[in-house]
Nanobody, 125 residues
C-alpha cells in the first residue's frame, strides 16, 4: 500500500510563486520516476514535469523556465517550485510515481502507478 500526499497549493496572484510537496509512504521510491501532472476543469490531466531516478528532468513547454522539479530520496519526497505563475496554471496538481525503476522521464499517464489526491493551485489575474 503506497500513498502520495500533495500539499502547498493555494491562491496566488499572477507572477507569484508556490512550492508544492509530494510525500510518499508505504514504500521507497528512490529508483522510481516521479512526475507532476495537472488537471483544469473540463480538461484532461496533462503532464507538467517529470524526473527519473538519475535526476534527469523534462518539462512541458508551457512551464519550461518557470517551474523546477526536485526530489529528496532520503525523505521520499518530490517538490515543484512554481515561479512566475500565470492564470492558465490554475488546476489541481497531482504527484505521480512509477512502481518500477524509472530510467528515463515518462510523460504518459499510464506509466505511473501511484497518484496523490491533488492540491489546488489558483492563480488570479
Amino acid at each position: 500500500q503506497a500513498q502520495l500526499v500533495e500539499s502547498g497549493g493555494g491562491l496566488v496572484q499572477a507572477e507569484g510563486s508556490l512550492r508544492l510537496s509530494c510525500v510518499a509512504s508505504g514504500r521507497t521510491f528512490s529508483r522510481s520516476a516521479m512526475a507532476w501532472f495537472r488537471q483544469a476543469p473540463g480538461k484532461e490531466r496533462e503532464f507538467v514535469v517529470g524526473i527519473d531516478w538519475f535526476g534527469r528532468a523534462d518539462y512541458a513547454d508551457s512551464v519550461k523556465g518557470r517551474f523546477i522539479i526536485s526530489r529528496d530520496n532520503a525523505k521520499n519526497t518530490a517538490y515543484l517550485q512554481m515561479n512566475n505563475l500565470k492564470p492558465e496554471d490554475t488546476a489541481i496538481y497531482y504527484c505521480a510515481v512509477t512502481a518500477g525503476a524509472g530510467w528515463g522521464v515518462e510523460s504518459r499517464r499510464a506509466a505511473y502507478d501511484y497518484w496523490g489526491q491533488g492540491t489546488q493551485v489558483t492563480v488570479s489575474s
